[in-house]
Every structure is written in C-alpha cells, then in structure tokens.
C-alpha cells in the first residue's frame, strides 16, 4: 500500500511538470511571435515614417533644403537614441541606395555633425536636388543627398 502512494506522488509530479513545461513552451511562443510583430513594420507604418521626408525629394529651393535638414535634425535626437537603425545621415551629392543602416551608439551625434556642416553651405537663393537612399531589408529611409541643381 505504501509503495502505491509513492507511485501516484511521483506519477503525479511528472504530470505536473510536463504541464508546467507546456506552459512555458506556450508562454514562450506567444512572446516570440509578439517581439517578431513589434519588430516587423507593416508597408503602411513604412510609408508614414518615409512620407515625413519624401515630400522634400526633388529639386528644392535652399530654404526648403535648410527645413528638411532641421526636420531630419530632430528626428536623429528623438528615433536615433533608442534605435541608431533609425538615423537618417545626409551626404552632399546623390544618395546611394540601397544604404546600410547606421549601428554605431554614437550615430545621431554623427550624423547631426555632417548635417550642421552641411546646412552651412546652403544658399537660400539656390536650387538644389535631394534624393533618397533606402536600407534594402527594412525598405526605411537612412541617407538623403543632397546636391546643387546642374551640379
């Protein structure tokens, strides 16, 4: 009788644990897939982030070119600290596409430097031609270029 009740204990540990280890495998799976979706932009979230910028593309007056470069400013302090894969770095000339994401912790730092030196050499009477360098993977805007019209 007593090796009986010993039996039913352990026969009732080991179901306990396989229940407990299909929880968590549960558990588990459902966080995986909610980390994956949260990740994961949909093309409408692409668009909005992209669209903040793309009305800027094209040929432009200087002073148009000096917002866009304040806009992407502030976009850099505010997306780049949490994720450097949202900083947006401005090159003068054409963009090159696809561009790699920048990775470095210091990114936004950076790339607030190139588009200070860069805004000093903006002539509100001029025309300029921006365009658009896109990361291949995430299809999100990371490079404008930005070069003056016939040059």
């Not at 360098?133 to 299809?139: N, V």
């Amino acid at each position: 009788m007593e090796n009986a009740s010993k039996a039913l204990i352990i026969a009732g540990a080991i179901l306990l644990s396989i229940a407990i280890i299909g929880v968590g495998m549960y558990v588990f799976q459902n966080v995986q897939e909610t980390i994956k979706d949260g990740a994961d932009m949909s093309a409408d979230q692409i668009r909005t982030y992209n669209q903040e910028f793309t009305m800027y593309e094209g040929r432009q007056s200087g002073s148009q070119v000096r917002s866009l470069l304040d806009v992407i400013s502030t976009h850099n302090r505010t997306q780049g600290q949490d994720d450097p894969s949202r900083v947006i770095n401005v090159v003068e000339g054409q963009a090159t596409d696809p561009t790699p994401a920048p990775t470095a912790e210091d990114a936004s730092t950076t790339a607030n430097s190139a588009i200070n030196t860069l805004k000093g050499t903006i002539l509100s009477g001029r025309t300029y031609t921006v365009t658009f360098g896109y990361d291949a993977d995430s299809s999100l805007l990371t490079q404008v270029g930005v070069q003056a019209a016939g040059a």
